[in-house]
C-alpha cells in the first residue's frame, strides 16, 4: 500500500452500506472486513471457520469452488476498490478468502493443521515475502488485490505440504 493511503483515514462503509452493495457485502467478507482492528485476521478467520464445511467436498468441487471464488472475487474486489476509489482497501478482504482456501485445499479440517494454516498465511500476507511483496506493488486492479493473497496462501500450502511430508 502505498504511504500516501496508510497516511489518510479511509473511507469505511457502514454494516447498512454493505446489506446494500452486494459487491461491498462480498469484498468485505459479509462484514468481516469492517473489523476496526486488523481486518484482514477478521476476514482470515471467516474463511477458516467455512473450511471445515468448505472441506467436505471431494477435491475436484473444492477446488471448482475455490477457482469459481477467485475468479468471481478477482471482479468483485476491482469493482469494490473502484467503488471506495482505495486500490486495496484494508477491508477488503474476499482475497483473504480465497487465500485461505487455497492454503488449506488439500488438509484435513483439524485444529492443528487449520492453526497452523490460519498462523503461516497471516504471516505471509502481512510479511510479503518477494514475489509476493513485487507483485503486490506492480499489478493492478481486481487481479493485484486477489494475486498477493493467494500467492500467500500457495506458500502456506507449500510449507504445510513440506511439514506433512516430513510428519509421515
Partial sequence: MPISEQAVALPRPTFGQLLR???????????????PKAP?????????????????????????????????????CGRAADRL????HGGIVLDEIAGVWLAMATFPATWPWMVAGFALFR????????????LDRRVPGGLGIMLDDLLAGA????VLWLVEGALQ
Avoid: E, N, Q, R
Wanted: aromatic share 14%; glycine share 10%; charged share 5%.
Fill in 40 to 76: 484482514g485476521t477478521a476476514g482470515s478467520l471467516l474463511a477458516m471457520l467455512a473450511f471445515p464445511l468448505l472441506a467436505l467436498l471431494p477435491l475436484p468441487f473444492y477446488l471448482l469452488v475455490l477457482a469459481a471464488t477467485v475468479v468471481a472475487g478477482t471482479w468483485i
Fill in 21 to 35: 452493495d452486494p459487491v461491498l457485502l462480498l469484498a468485505f467478507g459479509f462484514g468481516s472486513g469492517l473489523s
Fill in 155 to 158: 506458500l502456506t500450502w507449500l
Fill in 123 to 134: 504471516l505471509f500476507d502481512i510479511v510479503k515475502p518477494w514475489p509476493i511483496s513485487w
Fill in 85 to 88: 476509489g482505495v486500490h486495496d
